[in-house]
């Protein structure tokens, strides 16, 4: 069965990063990430136009690295150029279907600023300070999370009313199918919690 891969328009991210080491022993596998590729295909979701990127190679022999964005993510000058078909990316998934990794992820979300709560840690340190007739304001940071799989949230504020949030998290997980889905799921209940503040029933 080939990777699926994540409708992003349907949800609150616009990119979503997987990658990390695979823990694998298999002399084809390894010999097949050691080598340096990079692909980019496009992919539709109801008419809507995503990339998808897959990476092996470089100094990390056992790393694995694929990611998924919205078009509409990326500048208009500064928009992927598609190297492979998507049946190539998928073929090059399926060589290393069944792997543990031990998964990185990060997945960035747009977000309008007065979406933010008032009480929020963002909202409460982008506040503006007037200091001796001038004005200060935070514009980006990286917050550490502790108890969590979360580890890091990061903003930018990338105009008066819009920011860029970005979560990492770190959880062992395993090549397949749907564990694209099941990344950017734990990704967008986390980001509903930890920085919109709704109610969950997991926090951790």
């Given amino acids: 069965m080939a990777i699926i891969l994540p409708d992003l328009h349907a949800e609150s991210s616009a990119r979503l990063i997987a990658c990390g080491a695979l823990q694998t022993d298999s002399p084809d596998v390894l010999k097949w990430l050691e080598t340096s590729r990079e692909m980019i295909a496009g992919y539709s979701r109801r008419g809507v136009r995503h990339f998808v990127r897959l990476i092996t190679g470089g100094k990390k022999k056992k790393h694995f690295h694929l990611e998924v964005a919205l078009a509409d993510w990326f500048p208009s000058d500064l928009k992927p150029q598609t190297t492979h ?12 279907l069944g792997e543990r990794i031990d998964l990185n992820i990060g997945a960035t979300f747009p977000l309008e600023f007065d979406e933010l709560p008032e009480t929020g840690p963002i909202r409460l340190l982008s506040a503006e300070t007037r200091v001796a007739g001038t004005t200060i304001q935070l514009t980006a940071g990286v917050l550490t999370v502790s108890g969590s799989r979360i580890k890091k949230i ?5 105009s008066k009313e819009k920011v860029m949030i970005t ?3 770190r959880l062992e997980s ?6 694209l889905l099941e990344a950017n799921d734990v990704m967008e209940r986390f980001f509903k919690v930890l920085v919109l503040a709704r109610p969950s029933t997991e926090s951790k």
């Fill in 85 to 96: 078909k998507l049946s190539e990316v998928e073929t090059a998934v399926n060589r290393v």
């Fill in 167 to 169: 979560l990492r998290a």
């Fill in 174 to 179: 395993r090549v397949q199918p749907k564990y």
């Fill in 154 to 158: 990061s903003w930018e504020q990338v």
